[in-house]
């Protein structure tokens, strides 16, 4: 499998609190995939497909001293039985596979949480995707819950690639689903209120969470997102890992 790489060279597996959505403030261990079919100018983990030689945008091009990142040092591939080994040494038995696009190995994760299994029946397992790939029933059947981000405008990512009404409805039949927006503006809202009618997405899936980079971006937003969220019924969704950690990778 193809994983993202810390700085110091080891896999991005890492054991901590979920941050976001329905299992907030629960012990996981995080496990990042590298490689994305998305390329979201606000990405905060642009370092697993903002490559040399490709011409995305990103909203930090203009900060000094940032640059597209070397393929072949932001990647490390291991063995599924290898990341097993890893991941279980935590004894921590909720995993969260996130990216990137971690459904782009869907068939590895599929192995990955049959080995977890094996070794602790009791074992949970989330997914982090943006909605545009469509799983299939060997995975569906052992993963416990799919949190869905489906990309908006404001990611700078054409609609043609970063929506797929067929994918948003058959998830949200599962009953697997939560349906998590990044809300930077009223525009944002708009168009997620759109996107929950005419996919008929159930409302009490639905996580509202402020677009922010730092606290202080998170506490200038979240108060009109969290009144949004009561008014149409949806939950808000807060970043722990961000109060906790700042934005910081592998915590």
């Keep these: 499998m193809k994983l993202a790489r810390l700085p110091d060279g080891t896999p991005e597996i890492f054991h901590t609190l979920q941050g976001e959505g329905r299992s907030v403030g629960a012990p996981a ?12 100018r606000w990405c905060d983990t642009d370092y697993t497909w903002n490559w040399e030689g490709t011409s995305y945008a990103h909203e930090r091009d203009a900060t000094p001293g940032y640059q597209k990142f070397r393929r072949e040092d ?6 599924v039985e290898a990341i097993a080994d890893l991941a279980a040494a935590y ?12 459904l782009l190995q869907e068939k590895d994760w599929v192995l990955l949480m049959k080995l977890l299994r094996d070794r602790a029946e009791q074992s949970l397992f989330e997914i982090e995707t943006n909605g545009t790939l469509l799983p299939g029933d060997d995975f569906l059947g052992l993963i ?18 970063r929506y797929k009404a067929d994918v948003l409805k058959s998830l949200a039949r599962t009953g697997l689903a939560d349906f998590k927006f990044v809300v930077g503006s ?18 009490d899936r639905i996580f ?41 990778r592998g915590v």
């Design 29 to 40: 261990v995080f496990i990042r995939a590298s490689l994305c079919n998305l390329h979201c």
């Design 74 to 79: 932001q990647i490390i591939d291991l063995s």
């Design 91 to 102: 004894g921590c038995h909720r995993y969260v596979f996130t990216g990137g696009e971690p």
């Design 144 to 161: 416990s819950q799919c949190n869905v981000s489906p990309k908006l405008a404001n990611s700078g990512v054409a609609e043609a690639l």
């Design 186 to 203: 009223e525009d944002d809202l708009a168009e997620i209120l759109q996107l929950v009618e005419v996919n008929e997405l159930p409302t």
């Design 208 to 248: 509202l969470m402020p677009q922010a980079r730092s606290v202080a971006e998170l506490e200038e937003r979240q108060a009109a997102v969290a009144e949004s969220a009561k008014q149409h019924g949806f939950h808000y969704s807060d970043r722990l890992h961000l109060r906790l950690f700042g934005a910081r």
